[in-house]
Nanobody, 121 residues
Framework: QVQLVESGGGLVEAGGSLRLSCAAS????????MAWYRQAPGKQRDLVAA???????YYADSVKGRFTISRDNPENTLYLQMNRLKPEDTAVYYC???????????????WGQGTQVTVSS
């Protein structure tokens, strides 16, 4: 069984910063891609940023230059540093792991439970 546990969400004023973390556990051998998604009320879940095991990164246009994704491969931990936050960044942020190899099975993907980020104007 794989678990992804997010932390670091909260309430912040516009222009402020937050750092999200996502810890993966469960006899994991490797994870190919880790990503952050977000979902605002009444909207679809959108990709925010992604990083593969080699460190190649992708960012949605709306967060380029403000957010930085990183990962600690040995610890299977994902981070999202969010700077210059805007009210439109308010959403539940979800961690996703793709192409997961464990000692007992392979998984296409797995989601965390989400963490709320609220940016006040």
């Amino acid at each position: 069984q794989v678990q992804l546990v997010e932390s670091g969400g909260g309430l912040v004023e516009a222009g402020g910063s937050l750092r999200l973390s996502c810890a993966a556990s469960g006899s994991i051998v490797s994870i190919s891609v880790m990503a952050w998604y977000r979902q605002a009320p009444g909207k679809q879940r959108d990709l925010v940023a992604a990083i593969n095991s080699g460190g190649y990164t992708y960012y949605a246009d709306s967060v380029k230059g403000r957010f930085t994704i990183s990962r600690d491969n040995p610890e299977n931990t994902l981070y999202l540093q969010m700077n210059r936050l805007k009210p439109e960044d308010t959403a539940v942020y979800y961690c996703k792991a793709e192409d997961i190899k464990t000692y007992t099975t392979d998984l296409l993907d797995w989601w965390g439970q989400g963490t709320q980020v609220t940016v006040s104007s």
